[in-house]
Each structure stands twice: as structure tokens, then as C-alpha cells.
């Protein structure tokens, strides 16, 4: 069993690297195209493999690799490396408290591993909770990966004034892919640590694609807020080292069953908090935010990936880890009521903007904070939800992505004003457009379940503040979800038709994206009975976990059958209906075109339909920085209170 896990995990970890290291030196397109078709299938039959073997094993936790010296040395000469690359490019580019902040951390590091080495019983760690993220890791990497090959060549056909650096950029997908899988694979602290530093120093590649000044700005500051959170991370491991002799994450966690608060516990509880304070940097909350709307300047398949599968989900994978170290004491209200603030404060902003991939941003920070309210709560049924709202958010998100990068390759614009009448435009990426939209938001969607199960949670444990948090951020989510709905579903017999030049590859990623979104939902109540409330069992240390009844969850599905089909009569009204050509009111004498009337001085106007935006009630100038000083105040007083204690 050991070999054949071992065997397993190294092939996940390690094949996308060789497959980045081919693509580097792949310089022909359809050569590349091949590589990383090749790549991704492997890579998809991989985690199927992993999948399967894992669950007819029928173990509740699979242990591998054990002791590797040689391996960690050479881990620790690769974090030197990256930690020479980034001064070089810090002083370079006059950014350098990027450099000493990841000199800082990896002196640290070098300095426990030198002078007090490790000795970590186990290195990999494989549970329900880690197939899910393997699982959504390379499915969803992989079908970014496919998409980004017919993206990659339009964008660049539209953006002749980019360097065409596509022999870096396939690599650095991959090498994401691959330290993602190390991430929720690794259950030692250091390795956990050396994988998290990997993603941090990928996303600036990434997001630092076209080399122009604003896209190194926001590589770098996605770079200075992942590293500050990597030294917090850094710390952690040195303190559960060198006082408790916590070398793996499980032996931490192990450290808060049946716990009770006796002399030296509050260092634990500083352990904890620090490693959260990484989660939170990772997972973009409040007041670190900033780096993942600066990622919308990189092509969309790094904001897919970033977004969906990899960045900000390791984040929140770590908190979700956390989370029953983080239940009742300040740790957990520390993470719950960021997660709550980020959750409405940009759900709020994401109604004042007319950008698709900026709404896209907004609402993925805005998810985000409501699974990292899941994780602080430190329930299981809010972990639960948490876990469900990863795995939805997951697929819908990266499919909304490549549709918003698919319609701009179309349209030549992203705004959602310009979506008016997308069913009528462009009818096929309207309906992965509708299938993405509802799937946020609407019911009998997983997302609204989730919600609906963390607000349940919420209740009873008589949290009135996450309760008004998640009732008045979901209010405004319905409200930006359902004005781009309906701009996509208008149209008039005017709307033109455009020419849909998305291409194979582009469209084999969307539908198996639209297809896993349906599955999802249809296959949830299996997938909470014989995955999630087991893994709640294992997590907690309980028995008998059962979050939501299993008629209530049938009804859902049942539910998702009825409504599943009106998108498709959408698309059959769109293409075989004629649509009349009525006159519409505007306010004076139409015109005879719909967009012109005349008004009571007898002048022409032109109509200009657009949706409302709020600017003046929901501005990001007006949320924006107080939310920042709250949130870094609450995280600046739980570490004083935390450390205050435990001396």
C-alpha cells in the first residue's frame, strides 16, 4: 500500500514539472499543443487513478514516504535559488522589501533545517479532504491548461504590441499545477511551506506576463503579500518545531482533540494564527485582497487558474485544515469575521463594476470570504459547506472565466453592458454563460446549498454578526448575478449576430466545465453522505456528522432536473424564433428603430439602455480603506492578545 501511494503521489507532484521543463524548450505551436494535450490527459487519468485507488482501499488516511534527507537538501537548495531569483528581480525593479522578505523567511528555514534538522515520521498525508483538491486541482488546472493553447494564440493575434512569450508561459502553468499538488499532498510543515512558496513565486511569473509597468506593479505586490504571509508561515514552523516538536500539520491538529487551555497552550494557539494569517494572504481576504484584482492584468487563463484551482484554493485549503484548531478561541474569531467583512464588503463593490473579469474577481474574493468564515467557525457543519463551496466554486468560476476570455476573443470587449443580447450574439457561450451564472447563485445550485447550510450553522451557533454578514452579502450577490443574467438574456431584433471564433480546444474545456457544474449538483448527496460527512467524522473527531437530510438534498436534485432544460429552450427560442419587430416606449415618439425618439421639444434622442451600478452608494473608494483598517486591526489585535497570553 505504502509503494503504491508513494508512486502515485510522486507521479502527481513531479510530471507536471517534466512536463514544464518539455515546454520550455518546445518552440513550434502545434508541437506545443501536443506536449501539453499529452500532459494534461496523463495528468487527468493521474488523479482519476489516485481517486480510485484511494477509495477501494477503503482507509481513512493514507501515509507515505518517510524518511528523505537527500530530498529535503535538495528542497532547501531550490528555496535558496528562488530566494536569489527574487532579490535580483527585486533590485532590479526597486521593489526591495519583496527580496527581504523572502530572504527573511528562507533564512529561517535554512537556519531550523541546518542547526535543529527534522525527523518527520511521514512526509505525504493522503485523506477524502486531499483527493477533493487533487481532484479539482487536475481536472480544472488541466482544462485551463487546454483552454489557454486556442486563447493564448488569439490573444496574442489581438495584442500585437505583447511579446509573444508563450514558451514561458505553458511551463509556469504547470509548474503551478504541480506545487499545488505537493501543497495538499505534503503533511509535513516544511514541505507544505516549500510548495506554498513555489505558487507565490509561479503567480508572479504569471501575473507579471506582459512585462508592462502595471503588470509588474501587480506581480509584485501579489509577491510582497504571499511572502509576508509565507514568514508568518515561516515562524509558525519554527515555534511548533523547536517547542513542541510538531514537525507534521496532523500532529498539530492532533494536539486539539479533546483540548483543554493548560500552561503553554496558548503558544499552540500562536502556531495556529500564524499559519491562518498565511491562509488568509493566500486566499486574497481583507486586507490583502489588492494582489488578486491586480492578477486581472495577466491573459485570462492565469486569472482562470489563479481564481479557480490553484492559488487562492490553497489558502483556503489550509483553513479549512485548520479549522478545528481554530473553533472557540481567538484564532477562529479572527478568520471568521475577516471572512465575513471580505464576503460583504466585495460583494458590495462587485455591483458598481461594468468589467466582466473584475465582477469575476470581486465575486471570487467575496466566495472566498464566506468558506474562510466556514473554516473560523471551526464546525462541521460549517466545514462542510466550506468544503462544498470550494469544489463549486472551483468549477464554475474557471468556466466563467473562459467564457468572459472567449466572448472578449468574439466581441472584442469584456463590459457587460456589451453583453446585451449575448444569447442572440453569441448563443452557445451564452448558455455556458447562464449555466456559470445560476450555478453562483441560484438554487438548486451547490453554491446557494452551501450557503444555505453555513447560514443554518451560523444560527445555531447564535453568531448574530456572520448572520447579518452572509444574509446581507448574499442579498447584494443576487443582485450583480442577476443583472448580467438578464443582460445576456435580452435582446432585440436588432442584436447582431457575431462569429462565434472560439476555438476546439477552447470549447472541449467549457463543456466539460458545464458538465462537471451539473454533475456536481446532481451527484452532491452521494458525494456528502460517503465523502464529506465521513471526512467530518475523521476532522473532528465525532460520530454520526449529518449536516442536511438526504430527502432534503434529493429534492434538490430533483429540482436541478426541471430547471436544467430552460437554458436549452433559451438557445432553441434564440436560434429558430423570429423575433417581432414591436415598438417600444421611449419616452416620446419612437422613432422606428428603437433607439432614437423624439421628445416633447420635438428633438432626437438617442436611447442608452445600461444597468444601474451604484457607484455612488457602493464605490470600491468608499468601502475600500476602512475596511482595510478594520480587518488589519483585528488581525493586529489577536496576534498581541495571542501572544500576550502565552507569555
Known amino acids: 500500500m505504502g509503494i503504491s501511494s508513494t508512486t502515485l503521489n510522486a507521479i502527481l507532484i513531479l510530471f507536471p514539472f517534466v512536463i514544464a521543463s518539455v515546454l520550455n524548450f518546445t518552440k513550434s505551436e502545434n508541437s506545443r499543443r501536443a506536449v501539453a494535450y499529452t500532459g494534461c490527459g496523463i495528468i487527468i487519468v493521474a488523479v482519476l487513478v489516485f481517486a480510485a485507488s484511494f477509495f477501494t482501499k477503503r482507509a481513512e488516511t493514507v501515509q507515505a514516504l518517510k524518511f528523505t534527507p537527500n530530498l529535503d537538501k535538495i528542497m532547501i537548495g531550490i528555496e535558496i535559488l528562488l530566494t536569489i531569483l527574487i532579490f535580483a528581480l527585486s533590485i532590479k525593479h526597486k521593489k526591495i522589501y519583496a527580496g527581504l522578505l523572502s530572504f527573511s523567511q528562507t533564512a529561517l528555514i535554512v537556519w ?18 486531499t483527493v477533493i483538491m487533487v481532484l479539482i486541482i487536475g481536472i480544472v488546472g488541466c482544462m485551463i491548461c487546454i483552454y489557454a493553447i486556442g486563447y493564448m494564440r488569439r490573444y496574442h493575434h489581438h495584442h500585437t504590441e505583447y511579446k509573444d512569450r508563450r514558451t514561458f508561459f505553458f511551463p509556469m502553468l504547470f509548474v503551478f499545477i504541480g506545487a499545488m499538488f505537493g501543497l495538499v499532498l505534503s503533511d509535513n510543515l516544511i514541505w507544505i511551506y ?30 510582497w503579500m504571499n511572502l509576508l504571509g509565507g514568514l508568518g508561515f515561516a515562524i509558525a514552523i519554527v515555534i511548533a518545531h523547536l517547542k513542541f516538536h510538531i514537525v507534521n500539520l496532523s500532529e498539530l491538529l492532533a494536539r486539539f482533540e479533546n483540548f483543554v487551555p493548560d500552561t503553554g497552550s496558548d503558544m ?40 479557480s484551482a490553484t492559488m487562492v484554493k490553497a489558502g483556503v485549503y489550509l ?73 463549486f466554486h472551483a468549477v464554475s468560476k474557471s468556466m466563467l472565466f473562459q467564457a468572459v476570455g472567449a466572448i472578449e476573443n468574439a466581441r472584442g470587449s469584456r463590459d457587460i453592458e456589451d453583453m446585451h443580447g449575448l444569447i442572440k450574439m453569441l448563443p452557445d457561450l451564452a448558455v455556458i454563460m447562464i449555466i456559470g451564472i445560476c450555478a453562483m447563485f441560484l438554487a438548486p445550485f451547490g453554491m446557494l446549498v452551501s450557503k444555505w447550510a ?44 457575431y462569429d462565434d471564433i472560439t476555438t476546439g480546444g477552447q470549447w472541449f474545456s467549457l463543456k466539460v466545465h458545464a458538465v462537471i457544474t451539473v454533475s456536481l449538483c446532481a451527484l452532491f448527496p452521494l458525494i456528502s453522505k460517503y465523502v464529506l460527512e465521513p471526512l467530518m467524522e ?58 432614437t425618439f423624439r421628445d416633447s421639444f420635438h428633438n432626437n434622442r438617442k436611447m442608452h439602455l445600461s444597468g444601474w451600478y451604484m457607484e455612488g452608494m457602493f464605490a470600491s473608494a468608499k468601502l475600500w480603506m476602512p475596511t482595510i483598517f478594520a480587518c488589519s486591526a483585528i488581525i493586529v489585535v489577536t496576534i498581541s492578545m495571542a501572544i500576550g497570553g502565552a507569555f
Open 112 to 129: 531550523l533545517e541546518i542547526f535543529h534538522p527534522s525527523e518527520s515520521k511521514f512526509h505525504l498525508l493522503t485523506d477524502k479532504l
Open 194 to 223: 516549500f510548495f506554498w512558496e513555489i505558487t507565490s513565486v509561479s503567480s508572479f511569473f504569471l501575473i507579471g506576463y506582459t512585462k508592462t509597468k502595471e503588470a509588474v506593479d501587480n506581480s509584485f505586490r501579489a509577491l
Open 268 to 307: 499552540l494557539i500562536v502556531i495556529v494564527i500564524l499559519l491562518a494569517f498565511a491562509g488568509l494572504t493566500k486566499s486574497a481576504q481583507m486586507p490583502f485582497s489588492k494582489w488578486l484584482l491586480g492578477a486581472m492584468v495577466a491573459p485570462t487563463p492565469t486569472s482562470a487558474l489563479l481564481h
Open 319 to 391: 483553513l479549512i485544515r485548520l479549522a478545528p484548531a481554530m473553533h472557540g478561541n481567538v484564532a477562529g474569531t479572527m478568520v471568521a469575521y475577516i471572512g465575513g467583512i471580505t464576503f460583504l464588503v466585495t460583494s458590495m463593490i462587485a455591483i458598481t463594476e461594468s468589467d466582466a473579469k473584475k465582477v469575476l474577481a470581486y465575486s471570487t474574493i467575496s466566495n472566498l470570504g464566506i468558506i474562510t468564515a466556514c473554516a473560523g467557525c471551526g464546525t462541521e457543519a460549517t466545514v462542510w459547506a466550506g468544503i462544498l463551496l470550494i469544489m
Open 454 to 497: 453555513a447560514l443554518k450553522s451560523f444560527i445555531d451557533s447564535n453568531n448574530i454578526i456572520l448572520v447579518c454578514f452572509i444574509c446581507f452579502g448574499s442579498a447584494t450577490t443576487m443582485m450583480y448575478w442577476t443583472k448580467w443574467l438578464c443582460k445576456v438574456l435580452a435582446c432585440t431584433p436588432h442584436t447582431r449576430e
Open 538 to 595: 475523521l476532522m473532528f473527531f465525532v460520530e454520526n456528522v449529518s449536516v442536511l437530510k438526504f430527502s432534503d438534498m434529493i429534492i434538490v436534485v430533483i429540482m436541478l432536473v426541471i430547471i436544467f432544460v430552460v437554458p436549452f429552450i433559451s438557445i432553441l427560442l434564440a436560434k429558430n424564433i423570429k423575433a417581432e419587430n414591436s415598438l417600444n416606449y421611449l419616452g416620446g415618439i419612437n422613432m422606428g428603430d428603437n433607439k
